[in-house]
C-alpha cells in the first residue's frame, strides 16, 4: 500500500546515492528500489559481475578494483548508457555507485532524461570509523550478491546466504589497505560531487549513521518531500 502510494505521486523517480565505500548506499537501494518498483542500478555488482563472467569489461575492471581505483569513465559511462535504456528504466531508477567523477556526472547529463533537475541526489554521511568497522565486518554472497555484517546483519546460519544458499565470502577489496585506496578515490574524486549536484539537482544529506531502518524512513520521507 505505502509503495503503491509513493509510485502514485512520481511521475519518474530517478535517484543517485552518493556517498563513502561502507555508507550503505548498497543496502539501502534495494530497499528504495523495491518500495518505489523501479530498478536499482549498482555499477559495481555490474563490474563484479562482469569480472565473474570475464567478459572484457570485467578483465579491464578485475586488476583496478582488486587495487581499489576506479574504472576508466568511458566504460562506466556507456555501461550506464546502455542500461539506463532499458525498457525497465521507463518508469525512473535507483542509481547505485553512478556517478562518481565529475567526467561521470557530465556524461550522465548528456543522456536522455539525464538533466540533474530532475535527479534526487542523497548524500550518505557517516563516520570514518564506522566505515572501518562496517568494511572489516561486511560478507558477500559471490552467487547472488547479497550483503551481510557480521555483528550488525548477520545471516540466519553462519556464512550461508539467507537468500541462495551459498557460502559467503569477504570482498578482496575490503581488505584494509585496498579500503584505504577506495576511501581516497572517494575524497579526491567523488566528494566534489556533492558540490557539483548542490546547485543543480535536489540533493539531501542523509544521516547514514543509524540503523538500518531508520536509514530507509529517512529516505522515503525525503522522496516524498521531494514529489
Ligand atoms: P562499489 O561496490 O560501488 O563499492 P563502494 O561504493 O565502495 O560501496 P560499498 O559497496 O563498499 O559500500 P555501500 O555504501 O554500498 O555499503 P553497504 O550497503 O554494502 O564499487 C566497488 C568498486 O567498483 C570501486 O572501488 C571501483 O573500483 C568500481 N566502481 C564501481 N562503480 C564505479 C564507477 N562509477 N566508476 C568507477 N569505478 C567504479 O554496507 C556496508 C556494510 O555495512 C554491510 O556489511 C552492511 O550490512 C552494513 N550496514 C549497512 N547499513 C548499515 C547501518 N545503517 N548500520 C550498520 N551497518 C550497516
Known amino acids: 500500500m505505502a509503495a503503491a502510494s509513493t509510485r502514485a ?18 543496502t539501502q537501494a534495494v530497499r528504495l528500489a ?23 569489461l570485467g578483465r579491464e575492471a578485475g586488476p583496478l578494483m582488486e587495487q581499489g581505483r576506479l ?16 525498457g525497465d528504466c521507463r518508469l525512473g531508477f535507483v542509481l547505485d555507485g ?58 540466519k546460519r553462519p556464512m550461508i546466504c539467507d537468500v541462495c544458499g551459498s557460502g559467503l565470502v569477504q570482498r578482496e577489496d575490503d581488505l584494509e589497505a585496498v579500503v584505504e585506496r577506495r576511501l581516497r578515490e572517494y575524497d579526491e574524486r567523488t566528494h566534489p560531487l556533492i558540490e557539483y549536484y548542490r546547485s543543480r539537482a535536489r540533493m539531501r544529506p542523509i544521516d547514514g549513521n543509524r540503523p538500518q531502518d531508520a536509514v ?10 521531494c514529489a
Not at 512520481?10 to 563513502?20: A, E, N, S, T, Y
Request: a neutral charge; hydrophobic letters at 35%; proline letters at 10%.
Open 9 to 26: 505521486a512520481h511521475d519518474k523517480v530517478r535517484v543517485i546515492f552518493l556517498g563513502p565505500p561502507g555508507a550503505g548506499k548498497g
Open 34 to 56: 523495491t518500495h518505489l518498483g523501479v530498478p536499482k542500478i549498482s555499477t559495481g555488482e555490474m563490474l563484479r559481475t562482469a569480472i565473474a563472467k570475464s567478459t572484457p
Open 71 to 86: 574504472v576508466p569513465d568511458a566504460l562506466l559511462v556507456k555501461l550506464i548508457g546502455e542500461r539506463t535504456a532499458e
Open 98 to 155: 553512478f556517478p562518481r567523477t565529475l567526467p561521470q556526472a557530465e556524461g550522465l547529463e548528456q543522456m536522455p532524461g539525464g538533466d540533474p533537475r530532475g535527479f534526487i541526489v542523497f548524500d550518505f554521511q557517516v563516520p570514518r570509523e564506522e566505515l572501518m568497522q562496517r568494511l572489516s565486518g561486511r560478507r558477500w554472497c559471490p552467487s547472488c550478491q547479497a550483503t551481510y555484517h557480521v555483528t550488525n546483519d548477520p545471516p
Open 216 to 225: 530507509f524512513q529517512g529516505l522515503l520521507q525525503a522522496v516524498e518531500a
